[in-house]
């Protein structure tokens, strides 16, 4: 089974401003704030854990059915990738 | 309607967080520009300091870790000729790893293909670029080094192409007015955004003769009627607060770990040798006295009516005429005249309600 580990890309810049998560994509030049749920994955996903240990760590954190979490992480994480703010590492 | 740049700014500015930090790695440059603010380049270094007193590599990547630590998002790097730094790419990959959005402000002239390859491999978003001509012979005058403007432009081009954002800034000095029409349709040309900074400061050695390069009035009259009228801000243009982001949403820190309110106020609040920088961040008399100012304690500008055209920065003023909160009256300084020009020939119906994206008019502290 290919083990899929998301990790930060270098174009994107973020920091917790006020309590709130913003990620900025530099090149563009646009910020986006994160949700709870979100900054969690965000802070997660650093190319230390595959998709699905970061799914059962918020399943785990916002109590909810571990299978809703692998499906909401991994459809973030996809989000994220379309925006070059992560990059997935594969290995098998 | 606000972006949300705009409400993180505000944030930034209300809750007092370091969002926007400029740091200069060294104060060593290959150019000699006659408005160098930090010394006067006809001399080897600043006068009584020596550059081995400059920040440690391991002391600047300290500072690093704590401004990301106190809330920075925006990291200019800055020099002197920050490229002249042999570490800068250690310092932009700690950066740009810990999570910053990193600018390089450089002359550009060290913007070789393999420079510009390793600096964004290393995670720079971007690069400000000094011009000031649009002809070889001006820019090159200015900054006394032959072959500068060429290799200038040139780095802007490979910066470019390695799909860095690149702003070309323009000093706007009496020698180069005329050609200030030409450079911007050079930034156009080159694809790249154009900054104008039509202000002059004392250098920070205290010396004064920089100052005389600066545009008289009937120039900068000239510039707005001309290639900067679409600056001239429109009606609804106005502006809301005289306090600049100095101390509340900016900061700056010299090569030798000074803290000022912004890079361009040099007003020491503390040393990071001496003191953490959240300790100076939350603790220094001097950015607690900043953070104080109301509108009534600007004599000047509390009921001036040309308020809504002025692009006052704290920093340019303070470096002037040692007033943080001046000017002490109207006239004092050349932003007075400025914004007296801008409402009159907004009133005489020639402003222009957009301004051409990517093109701005700089506020010091605002970078």
């Given at each position: 089974m290919t083990k899929r580990t998301p990790e930060r890309s270098r174009s994107t810049a973020w920091q917790s401003i006020d309590g709130e998560m913003v990620l900025?994509?530099?090149?563009?030049?646009?910020?986006?704030?994160?949700?709870?749920?979100?900054?969690?994955?965000?802070?997660?996903?650093d190319g230390t854990r595959a998709i699905e240990q970061i799914a059962a760590i918020v399943a785990a954190e916002f109590d909810v059915l571990p299978e809703v979490a692998e499906f909401d992480t991994a459809r973030f994480v996809e989000e994220l990738i379309g925006l070059d703010a992560l990059q997935l590492r594969e290995e098998s | 309607m606000t972006t949300h740049d705009e409400r993180i700014q505000q944030r930034a500015f209300e809750k007092c967080i370091p969002l926007s930090v400029t740091l200069?790695?060294?104060?060593?440059c290959n150019l000699r520009c006659v408005h160098c603010y930090n010394f006067d380049r006809e001399l080897s270094y600043l006068p009584e300091r020596r550059s081995e007193e400059e920040l440690r590599d391991d002391e600047i990547h300290r500072i690093l870790d704590e401004v990301r630590a106190e809330g920075c998002l925006y990291l200019g790097l800055t020099g002197?000729?920050?490229?002249?730094?042999?570490?800068?790419?250690?310092?932009v990959r700690h950066a740009s790893d810990s999570g910053m959005a990193v600018r390089i402000k450089s002359n550009g002239t060290l913007l070789r293909p393999a420079t510009?390859?390793?600096?964004?491999?290393a995670?720079?978003?971007?690069?400000d670029l000094s011009l000031y001509g649009s002809t070889a012979e001006t820019h090159d005058a200015f900054v006394k080094v032959p072959g500068a403007w060429k290799r200038t432009l040139e780095g802007a081009q490979t910066a470019r192409d390695a799909g860095l954002s690149v702003k070309l800034n323009a000093v706007v000095v009496q020698s180069n007015a005329d050609e200030v029409g030409r450079m911007l349709e050079m930034a156009s040309e080159l694809g790249v955004s154009f900054n104008l900074d039509l202000q002059i400061t004392k250098r920070y050695d205290g010396?004064?003769?920089?100052?005389?390069?600066?545009?008289?009035?009937?120039?900068?009259?000239?510039?707005?009627?001309g290639p900067l009228r679409s600056f001239v801000p429109g009606g609804d243009a106005t502006r809301k607060s005289i306090q600049c982001p100095c101390a509340r949403s900016v900061c700056g820190i010299t090569a030798f770990g000074d803290v000022y309110p912004c890079i361009g106020a040099p007003m020491r609040s503390g040393n990071l040798r001496e003191q953490?920088?959240?300790?100076?961040?939350?603790?220094?008399?001097?950015?607690?006295?900043?953070?104080?100012l109301r509108t009534d304690d600007f004599p000047a500008c509390r009921s001036c009516v040309h308020m809504p055209y002025c692009r006052r920065s704290s920093g340019v003023i303070y470096s002037n005429t040692g007033v943080y909160n001046g000017p002490e009256?109207?006239?004092?300084?050349?932003?007075?005249?400025?914004?007296?020009?801008?409402?009159?020939?907004?009133?005489?119906?020639?402003?222009?309600?957009?301004?051409?994206?990517?093109?701005?008019?700089?506020?010091?502290?605002?970078d």
């Open positions: 900025l994509r530099v090149r563009a030049r646009e910020l986006l704030g994160l949700n709870e749920v979100a900054r969690r994955i965000w802070e997660l996903a | 200069e790695i060294t104060l060593r002197g000729e920050a490229l002249m730094h042999p570490r800068i790419v250690d310092f510009v390859r390793r600096v964004a491999e995670g720079a978003a971007a690069i010396s004064r003769s920089s100052l005389d390069l600066s545009v008289d009035r009937g120039t900068l009259e000239r510039l707005h009627r953490s920088f959240h300790e100076v961040w939350e603790s220094s008399p001097q950015f607690r006295w900043i953070r104080e009256k109207f006239g004092d300084d050349f932003v007075c005249i400025e914004a007296e020009v801008l409402h009159q020939i907004h009133d005489e119906g020639r402003a222009s309600e957009t301004l051409p994206a990517g093109f701005t008019l700089r506020r010091h502290s605002q």
